[in-house]
């Protein structure tokens, strides 16, 4: 099985910047054969998860919801199936569990339904 490892979160002003990480475990096969897009998204208390930003392996594609782009970058870290979210001008509408996803057939790069390996979560959040 693959396992996605999460680390980054914390706590920031407005205005603040956090950098997220996440990194697929496992053999390398599982992971080539599990993992066609990996990335981000995001559950604020009471809504339901949604993308954020994604990346997928093969075409090195990079996606973003609208209300993170400028703000928010996703790359490629230091391995092929790590994918770090770089988090800057934070407001406190970004508060939020931010999951970790993979996905092995990916449709739609933000759709949360289209990513079946999910990571445990870790929790943003800024203040005013």
């Known amino acids: 099985q693959v396992r996605l490892v999460e680390s980054g979160g914390g706590s920031v002003q407005q205005g603040g910047s956090l950098r997220l990480s996440c990194t697929a475990s496992g053999s390398i096969d599982d992971i080539k054969a599990n993992i066609e897009c990996m990335g981000w998204f995001r559950q604020p208390p009471g809504t339901e998860r949604e993308g954020v930003a994604t990346f997928c392996v093969g075409s090195r594609n990079k996606y973003y919801a609208d209300s993170v782009k400028g703000r928010f970058t996703v790359d490629q870290g230091s391995g092929e199936y790590t994918v770090d979210l770089e988090m800057n001008s934070l407001k406190p509408e970004d508060t939020a569990m931010y999951y970790c996803?993979?996905?092995?057939?990916?449709?739609?790069?933000?759709?949360?339904?289209?990513?079946?390996?999910w990571g445990h979560g870790t929790q943003v959040t800024v203040s005013s």
């Open positions: 996803a993979s996905g092995r057939t990916v449709w739609v790069p933000l759709r949360a339904a289209d990513f079946g390996n």
